[in-house]
């Protein structure tokens, strides 16, 4: 069993949740994956149910768990995520009906199929009106960050500041325009967190979930299932439902290099804070390597300017 997630701490959880879904039908099963948390495949009254299980000191990462449950069911009620069935605070937990399906590629991911079927999701979520206890803004969290970072006496990497100096100039390029005005996000839309059911595209872990710009999903989507010009072009199509602006062609180029620091600092952090067996300085290292290529790539100053013109 994982170090972070302690034998009692499990049976708790299972006691718990037998008293309330109904008593527990054959063994435990670790669910394969996931980095932060651990998951369990668990029968419940005749019913499987996927039990997660947060890792130690994750609110540190900016994780608030009510915003993942609010979240959560939301996705729910619009068929792109798995049901709640129940969360606990003592042991944390949340708890989502298990859904038959399989894990999808970033190559399945970029076929333009999935690219469209992803983008109407996310304007689905980003349009449903949910309003969540947090904030997901990626100048605030690489700050806080690198704060954790240095209180517990790590080092921050080399090209943090430059990188850090880029952003506020994008959340400034952007800030008034009406496409970047703030609504409920995913913030982790890694290949890993998408599967399939056989009918459709379901959508998983929404720990990261909190009021940001929509353009941070498009961007985290894009640069993390490795989208090309063609695939961005069919995204900002799909989810404007017209054809891309220049302006908005670049805002995602600049948002693909916001998701870049965010995930370079998540790894940062990870390494001075987490226990886990990861090597959480080559995925910050991988990070910051492109979000370098991504500001001294000639176009970034363009970028900037185009991104913050009035025209949508």
Sequence with gaps: MHEEISAPELTEAVARLSALLGPR??????LEGGITNRNFRVNFGGTDYVVRLPGKDTGLLGIDREAERLATRKAAELELAPKVAAMLDQ?????????????????????????????RDLRSFHDSGLALPTDFYVSEIVSRYAEVTQSRGGAL????????????????????????????CHNDLLAANFLHDGDRIVIVDWEYAGMGDPFFDLGNFAVNNGLDDAGEERLLTTYFGEEPTPRR???????????DFREGMWGVVQKSVSQLDFDFGAYADKHFRRLAAATADERFRGWLKEAGGRSR
């Excluded at 039908?25 to 670790?30: D, I, R, S």
């Excluded at 298990?98 to 970029?110: D, G, I, K, P």
């Excluded at 062609?249 to 998701?259: C, D, E, Q, V």
Aim: glycine share 4%; hydrophobic share 40%.
């Design 25 to 30: 039908l054959g063994g435990v099963l670790l």
């Design 91 to 119: 042991p944390p937990c949340l708890v989502t009906c298990f859904v038959e399906s399989r894990h999808m590629s970033a190559e399945e991911l970029r076929e333009p199929a999935r690219i469209e079927e992803v983008a």
């Design 157 to 184: 990497p080399e090209g943090f500041e430059h990188a850090r100096d880029c952003a506020r100039k994008v959340v400034k390029a952007v800030r008034k325009n009406p496409d970047h005005q703030p609504t409920p």
């Design 249 to 259: 062609r670049a805002a995602l180029k600049l948002f693909r290099f916001m998701s």
